[in-house]
């Protein structure tokens, strides 16, 4: 098991962050929050979670513990693989879910790209016990790092990678330019996230 992996960041791309590693680049599946918070070049340490696979090993890296733990519990629900998890985890930090299961949040989960009426009814069926009460109260996106002025690639790429074509991805975007405008030259991409799939899950 690989608990978590820790130095200088290599490279990114919409879904993964190479960390340099004893001279080693190990690649590691990240949410678009979490990428956003990373620069080349500049050290990071990511709490990681190996998937194994028949054919793979996929490395799956988070801001913290807390963010591991609860992509591992995600998966003890029936039908929930690792994508699904770090889908939900893409839309919703740890808190949230947390407390959108506590609550019975049924809306809180179709928002997640591959969750629909009866597949969200289920999860609270299996999951309401499992991931514990909420342990904060601030909001969701409000440790996130700014992300680099390349809030569009980044934000079409992250929605495209979560199942979206690229025309409604595209259409996401320009729905949420107006709060990106508003947070000036710095828009946060996880808030930016949060409202794109709001605007995807409206026009369902």
């Not at 608990?3 to 004893?22: I, K, R």
């Not at 054919?55 to 992509?71: I, P, V």
């Not at 710095?186 to 409206?202: E, F, I, K, M, T």
Request: net charge neutral; glycine share 10%; aromatic share 4%.
């Amino acid at each position: 098991m690989i608990a978590f992996v820790s130095g200088p960041v290599a490279a990114l791309a919409p879904d993964t962050a190479v960390v340099e590693v004893g001279g080693v680049g190990m690649a590691v599946q990240c949410t678009p929050t979490t990428l956003s918070t990373l620069r080349v070049g500049e050290p990071a340490r990511l709490a990681t979670s190996l998937v194994v696979r028949e054919d793979s090993l996929t490395l799956y890296g988070f801001a913290d513990d807390d963010e591991r733990q609860t992509f591992e519990l995600l998966q003890t629900a029936s039908g929930v693989g690792p994508r699904l998890a770090q889908a939900m985890l893409a839309v919703h930090s740890p808190d949230a879910l947390r407390r959108a299961f506590a609550a019975g949040d049924e809306k809180a989960l179709t928002a997640v790209p591959g969750i629909g009426k009866k597949g969200a009814q289920k999860l609270l069926l299996e999951l309401k016990d499992r991931l514990g009460a909420p342990v904060g109260s601030a909001p969701a996106a409000a440790a996130v790092s700014s992300a680099p002025a390349g809030w569009r690639e980044q934000l079409h790429a992250a929605l495209v990678g979560l199942g979206y074509a690229p025309r409604d991805a595209e259409e996401a975007v320009e729905a949420v330019a107006p709060q990106a405008a508003a947070a000036g030259g710095a828009p946060q991409v996880g808030q930016l996230l949060r409202a794109a799939l709001q605007s995807l899950n409206r026009a369902r």
